[in-house]
């Protein structure tokens, strides 16, 4: 017996010996995303489902670090804003790409000039805003823009730096599949609609990465998502429903994961001469007749929060002092009398239907509680490939469209979206109802030539004001909720960025 | 035969120009892919400028011409999305659907038939009446709902069988499988089963169907007078003829599961055509959508025609004049 007991305990002893002298594991997650990669071309996808895969392969000449998405040195280590028209960037020392090329101001200008080609480029505007790329030497790079653009360097964290040599060497359908940039991590293998296989960067500039391998798997269903985690295939997962939500949070082995998310629900009024919205008593009607609350409790669940104005709290621009109009349908009615509409008009509400959180529910809410005071409302709620056009070509009465700006200034949104139509500038491109304001108008161009940050920001913090109460431009909604859902009890360390992006490096366990 | 043959493959490129002048004019409808290849924050001036280096400021007529020249020469454009050819996208996604959708109609082709068979033979057994329903239910349940369910019982409550995706894969010079894994097949088998379950209700109602009415037959009386086996008798004598209606069915099916397991492949995220057919749509990819259908229609119409051929050799007194 006391031998067997020995022979026993010395194999135990052994195996943890073994263990113990084994390496150990190198970290690696598993996650599914709600959105798949459609190239592997940096400059060819703007959206923020593109831009996140882009972020762990490449890096902008800054980074967005935070909950309050704050710009901080990446590529670059500092910058000037000498006159209203240049920028300059000193650059990194002793940064390789993925094949081992240094990286220099050569490799700068070659992205930048590359952004305003249409064949591979989605960034199209930034590029042609600039008039000239001036390299003074390996490590300083001097933009000059066409006109003055304030918020050019808060775009440079969504600009990221390609490799010259191989990016001109290769075949152009090379580049699309195959990433050489200088970041985080490096691309193992990509099977399309199967999965993304990552390595770390073990020379990454700000250090290797905490975990060594990645395995992302898109998953558009948003229900088989869920059974991936609940099966336990995956350990994060992005984009949760609203509708799933109790089921993540009923199962002991999951754990939800949410953020406030930088994007806002609007409604946007057109304000044609001769109709009823020109005149700003209906406006505010529409305003007040809206309960927010109820659509955030019964149709949102909870996950959204109440929105007084468009921009978000770190967005340039966002005006801390201004509040919602109160929920009054007894005003509303009677603001409407005032205006000479005792017994209401009709409207055509649009809106997407495969593109916000709810948003055809929102729209169909919208339209039930402007019957209540007499408004009739034609919803006309579509695919957002068909929608997005409308909006484009300007002829729309009103309807409901979500917005944030990736380069957290308010300025370069409302000329998209409310400056008054003007192709030639090209401001208004997104202004759907072809609102015009003179005074907006005014107030708008001015900014654009402040330099100075504080002064800037009171600026359109005035703009901003003006937009929401005095003109009501919009009638501001909620800002959404990012939900995601992770393992439980395996230690991972994941906080969710304010623009969805999933940056690895970030994450650890 | 051979003059059939011609003549229903020149029938073949009729249909062909008539799907794709079809497609092009309904995709001119379905929305406008510029406004995103610009990027959000394009000038008007610089959305006409992706709209020229597309070619899409020509007139409708000047496009189709343009695109049935290029396809005449293999060429099916770039896709908007993801700027590579068009149909290498749809190639490379190729052998998942194949695989997925051979196997769906290799269990409804076995199961389908052989409930069928045994639902005749003793239309009132209690087994029979079991299957029936079974079957109707197939008929009647939703490819999406099957999934799901299938997904909740096998993947979450019981968890023997992976919710998604195609697992382990093996390349095979161009083509990819996962039919050499056991975690590969263990992928397949809920996606197969879910893709199979209509097909396989339709297959086994038919052979139901033909298999009653054939039974009743003198020659098939005949034979059982003859003394044959019932194994004789059943598969061919009666089985045979039985199997024609019930091939053809098969064959065209099949030509739909590859080109339209679109629900199945979105459900359980299979790699394959469908689910790239669904982002396409999604994001206005027209170069994708039109090559895609025209494929699907190729796949269609040339499973109509060796169904046909097929059609004569199990059946001789079949001839194409």
Redesign the interface.
């Known amino acids: 017996m006391m031998k067997k007991l020995a022979w026993m305990a010395a194999i135990a002893l052994m195996m943890v010996a073994l263990v113990a002298a084994g390496p150990a594991a190198a970290k690696s997650l598993v996650l599914a995303v709600d959105d798949?990669p459609?190239?592997m071309?940096p400059h060819?996808?703007?959206s923020d489902a593109g831009l996140s895969y882009m972020a762990n392969f490449f890096d902008g000449l800054l980074q967005r670090k935070g909950e309050a998405g704050k710009l901080t040195p990446a590529l670059a280590v500092k910058w000037e804003h000498p006159d209203a028209l240049s920028w300059k960037f000193y650059l990194r020392k002793g940064v390789k790409f993925h094949n081992d090329n240094p990286f220099t101001a050569a490799d700068v200008k070659f992205s930048f000039e590359r952004l305003g080609n249409?064949?591979?480029?989605?960034?199209?505007?930034?590029g042609?805003q600039i008039a000239s790329i001036d390299v003074i030497d390996d490590y300083t790079v001097v933009f000059k823009t066409k006109e003055p653009i304030p918020w050019f360097a808060n775009n440079m964290h969504q600009v990221f730096i390609m490799d010259k040599e191989s990016t001109e060497a290769r075949d152009p359908?090379d580049v699309?599949?195959k990433p050489i940039g200088t970041g985080a991590y490096k691309l193992e293998e990509w099977?399309?609609?199967?999965?993304v296989r990552l390595t770390a960067n073990e020379d990454y500039w700000e250090g290797a990465p905490p975990i060594k391998n990645v395995e992302i798997?898109?998953?558009?269903?948003a229900?088989?998502r869920f059974?991936?985690l609940?099966?336990?295939?995956v350990e994060i997962v992005t984009g949760i429903p609203v509708e799933l939500y109790e089921p993540v949070l009923k199962n002991p082995k999951l754990e939800v994961v949410s953020r406030p998310a930088r994007r806002s629900i609007f409604l946007a009024l057109g304000n044609k001469t001769g109709s009823p919205m020109a005149d700003i008593r209906v406006r505010k009607a529409m305003y007040m007749a809206i309960n927010e609350d109820e659509i955030i409790e019964k149709i949102m669940r909870g996950h959204a929060a109440p929105a007084a104005q468009i921009p978000d709290v770190p967005t340039v621009g966002y005006n801390p002092d201004l509040t919602r109009l109160p929920y009054d349908p007894a005003m509303a009615k009677k603001l409407l009398a005032e205006a000479g509409y005792p017994d209401g008009f009709t409207v055509t509400l649009t809106g997407p239907n495969?593109r916000y959180v709810q948003d055809e529910k929102i729209c169909e809410a919208v339209a039930k509680y402007l019957a209540k005071i007499g408004i009739k409302v034609n919803l006309d709620v579509k695919?957002k490939?068909?929608f997005?056009?409308e909006v484009?070509e300007g002829t729309l009465e009103f309807y409901l469209i979500g917005w944030f700006d990736g380069t957290y200034d308010m300025g370069?949104t409302y000329f998209?979206l409310a400056h008054s139509r003007d192709?030639?500038?090209?401001?208004g491109?997104?202004n759907g109802t072809n609102y015009s304001n003179a005074a907006l108008d005014k107030l708008l161009e001015s900014t654009a030539k402040i330099i100075d940050p504080d002064k800037r920001s009171q600026t359109l913090q005035r703009l901003n004001k003006m937009a929401m109460e005095d003109l009501i431009v919009w009638i501001p909604l909620h800002y959404q909720e990012d939900l995601y859902a992770i393992q439980k009890g395996k230690g991972i360390k994941f906080d969710p960025r304010p623009d969805r992006w999933m940056v690895f490096k970030e994450i650890d366990r | 035969m051979l003059t059939y043959i011609i003549r229903r493959l020149l029938q073949g490129v009729v249909v062909l120009l008539a799907v794709s002048l079809i497609c092009f004019v309904i995709f001119r409808y379905m929305g406008d892919p510029v406004l995103t290849l610009a990027g959000r924050y394009a000038t008007q001036e610089q959305i006409q400028e992706v709209r020229k280096s597309l070619g899409l400021d020509q007139p409708t007529y000047v496009q189709y011409v343009k695109f049935l020249w290029n396809a005449a020469h293999g060429n099916f454009g770039k896709s908007y999305v993801s700027r590579v050819p068009a149909l290498g996208l749809i190639l490379e996604r190729f052998p998942a659907t194949f695989e997925l959708a051979t196997c769906a109609i290799l269990i409804s082709l076995v199961f389908g038939v052989g409930f069928g068979v045994l639902v005749a033979l003793r239309p009132y057994a209690w087994h029979s009446r079991a299957i029936m329903a079974g079957s109707l239910g197939g008929i009647s349940m939703p490819t999406f709902l099957t999934g799901i369910l299938l997904i909740m019982i096998f993947a979450v409550y019981v968890g023997i069988l992976p919710p998604f995706g195609r697992g382990k894969t093996v390349e095979v010079g161009f083509w990819r499988t996962g039919l050499l894994t056991v975690d590969g097949i263990r992928h397949l088998i809920l996606p197969a089963i879910t893709l199979s379950t209509y097909q396989l209700a339709v297959l086994l109602r038919l052979t139901r169907a033909g298999m009653r009415e054939v039974m009743a037959e003198e020659y098939i009386k005949t034979a059982w007078a003859k003394g044959l086996s019932p194994m004789t008798v059943i598969v061919k004598h009666a089985l045979r003829n039985v199997l024609i209606p019930v091939v053809t069915m098969a064959g065209l099916q099949f030509g739909e599961l590859i080109a339209f397991a679109i629900v199945t492949e979105t459900i359980f995220q299979w790699p394959g055509m469908g689910n790239l057919l669904l982002t396409s749509i999604y994001e206005t990819d027209q170069p994708v959508i039109v090559t895609y259908i025209m494929m699907a229609a190729v796949i269609i119409i040339s499973i109509n025609i060796l169904v046909d051929i097929f059609y004569a050799v199990l059946n001789p007194k079949i001839r194409y004049d």
């Open positions: 798949s459609r190239m071309n060819g996808d703007d249409p064949e591979v480029s989605e960034f199209l505007n930034t042609k359908g699309m599949i099977v399309k609609g199967s999965y798997r898109p998953i558009t269903e229900s088989t059974a991936a609940a099966s336990g295939k495969d695919p490939s068909i997005f056009p484009a370069r998209k192709a030639d500038q090209g401001f491109g997104l």
